[in-house]
């Protein structure tokens, strides 16, 4: 969805280094959530987002911390990357009141840790 | 519990009708979706269905829910390759909305 970016696209970083995933959306809404994809396990929840002042930790925070500059804007940071933190990496978004809470995706970012 | 379960895999001909299945666990849902992700591409929202219904229809995908049963099915009428992909059954509740995920069925269409 063009509404929600995601940059970088592809990364590449070896164990030990700091990265931040950003996100940006101009679709207006409030909730934002960040997720990792591993073959075979389906998404899984790092964090999320239901406003610029509140932020929670999903199913598998540790090793990853954000930050939510704006409404618009939910950055992910991996402060020591580490081999196991290989995967795709989809920012989304959502407004509880509009479309049953649907929840609309980035095209995702790819993460090879060395 | 929380637990959403998919099949993998399905595999069908070209023209045939698909029929993907998710079983739930949360009485609470209110809201099941159905995702598709395309290779190498993010999750794109195919239809959602509220609680309340028992079925939702949109041009090729007929989606039915026996909430008694917990079940959800997608069935995609006449097949194409270009359905080819990953669908994501997933069920919100409650106010946070926070969405429960199977781990998705890879659809291969055969020509």
């Known amino acids: 969805d063009a509404d929600v970016t995601q940059t970088p696209r592809n990364r590449i970083t070896k164990t030990g280094k700091r990265i931040m995933l950003e996100c940006s959306q101009t679709?207006?809404?409030?909730?934002m959530y960040w997720y990792r994809q591993d073959p075979g396990l389906g998404l899984q929840l790092i964090y999320y987002?239901?406003?610029?002042?509140?932020?929670n930790k999903g199913e598998i925070s540790d090793g990853y911390s954000v930050s939510r500059q704006a409404q618009a804007k939910f950055s992910l940071s991996l402060e020591s990357a580490i081999p196991n933190q290989t995967a795709l990496y989809f920012c989304?978004?959502?407004?509880?009141?509009?479309?049953?809470?649907?929840?609309?995706f980035g095209p995702g970012t790819r993460l090879l840790v060395l | 519990g929380e637990d959403v379960e998919q099949s993998l895999f399905l595999s069908v001909r070209e023209g045939d009708s698909s029929v993907i299945n998710c079983t739930y666990t949360?009485?609470?849902?209110?809201?099941l979706y159905w995702y598709k992700q395309e290779p190498g591409a993010g999750l794109q929202l195919l239809t959602y269905?509220?609680?309340n219904m028992d079925m939702k229809q949109d041009q090729r995908l007929t989606v039915l829910l026996n909430k008694k049963d917990k079940h959800l099915s997608l069935r995609i009428a006449d097949t194409q390759t270009g359905d080819s992909a990953i669908y994501f059954c997933?069920?919100?509740?409650?106010?946070?909305?926070?969405?429960?995920w199977g781990l998705g069925t890879s659809l291969a269409v055969n020509p």
């Open positions: 987002s239901f406003d610029v002042k509140d932020i």
């Open positions: 269905i509220f609680s």
């Open positions: 949360d009485s609470s849902s209110t809201y």
């Open positions: 997933a069920h919100g509740a409650g106010n946070n909305r926070k969405l429960i």
């Open positions: 679709k207006g809404h409030d909730r």
């Open positions: 989304a978004t959502s407004d509880p009141r509009t479309s049953g809470g649907t929840q609309y």
